[in-house]
């Protein structure tokens, strides 16, 4: 069986998955959809490999050989194929475009799926199916020149088609009530991307008081139903928007955009709005009053002092 008759098969039989009663196959139908996704992505990597050839780039590894000829030629050696990261590598030097961002957030959600499923977030799995639909439909078309609709069949297309309509639908309510907040600081605007239910994981968020005080904005799930409070949720939005620019600062020998907060505990300290966003903490001592070096949240015990001139005077002061 092709590759691609392999990823139709995939994306069917998840679909199938999903449609079912049995709460049991929601998992499946994500897995999937999701191996049907990258399938689809490996049949392109086939069809841009060399004619006599055609698996050689989808193989792990691939090494060059000299024929009889002295020729240079490629192939693949050993069994393994490409992973995600691979074939995120390969498109991007043949020029393949893919939207990632949504597909890592697909991947994410599988993963989290996987660990913190309950049969009362059923907007989890929709979540899935409806991003996936815009992926599938696109790399179908503009890649690999099939007819969506022709090639998944007319009851795959319909499932995934009315999924990803009534998903929008409530997805652009929920953003209209998070938009109707203020959330004070831009860096918080900017992590609510991130914001999702603290029990079934879901982002279909409503904020219904578009009057409360920051930080304290009432949350509601609209898919499991469970009510939180924004506070409650802040440090992970906050990790999962900073975290990656904090790595790579610090690969490059830079400072972290955050950190932990000396009054409330959460990691939620941000340089750029110069306070903790949980609990609006600042920093009493900016600058070192001897040296005029700004000072850190670790210099803040100090009072007043950077920690080389605290060292400093406390080795007078013994003396």
Avoid at 202 to 219: K, R, T
């Amino acid at each position: 069986m092709s590759i691609i008759q392999n990823a139709i098969d995939s994306i069917q039989i998840g679909v199938e998955d999903f449609e079912s009663d049995d709460d049991r196959r929601s998992v499946s139908a994500v897995r999937n959809i999701a191996a049907g996704i990258l399938l689809l992505y490996k049949e392109k990597l086939c069809q841009l490999s060399p004619s006599d050839n055609k698996e050689l780039l989808i193989k792990q590894n691939i090494r060059p050989i000299q024929n009889a000829k002295g020729e240079i030629t490629f192939e693949g050696k050993g069994h393994k194929t490409v992973d995600v990261q691979s074939i995120k590598e390969r498109f991007a030097s043949l020029n393949v475009k893919v939207e990632w961002k949504r597909f890592d957030e697909i991947n994410k959600l599988r993963n989290d799926l996987e660990h913190y499923y309950t049969s009362e977030s059923p907007d989890a799995v929709r979540e899935i199916v409806a991003k996936s639909f815009l992926l599938i439909r696109d790399f179908l078309s503009e890649h690999l020149q099939e007819d969506p609709q022709e090639i998944l069949g007319n009851d795959c297309w319909t499932t995934l088609l009315d999924v990803s309509d009534v998903y929008s639908a409530e997805e652009q309510a929920c953003k209209a009530s998070i938009n109707a907040v203020d959330w004070k600081y831009h860096s918080v605007e900017i992590a609510l991307k991130n914001l999702r239910c603290n029990q079934c994981h879901s982002s279909l968020i409503q904020a219904p008081h578009s009057d409360d005080v920051y930080p304290m904005i009432d949350l509601h799930c609209k898919s499991c139903g469970e009510d939180f409070s924004f506070y409650d949720v802040v440090e992970q939005c906050i990790d999962d928007s900073l975290a990656g620019e904090a790595i790579r600062n610090l690969m490059d020998g830079g400072e972290s955009p955050f950190d932990s907060c000396q009054e409330c505990g959460k990691t939620t300290f941000i340089y750029e709005e110069e306070c903790c966003v949980a609990c609006e903490y600042e920093m009493e001592y900016i600058e070192c009053e001897t040296c005029g070096d700004p000072l850190s949240l670790e210099d803040q015990c100090n009072e007043g002092k950077c920690s080389y001139c605290q060292y400093r005077w406390e080795k007078v002061m013994a003396e």
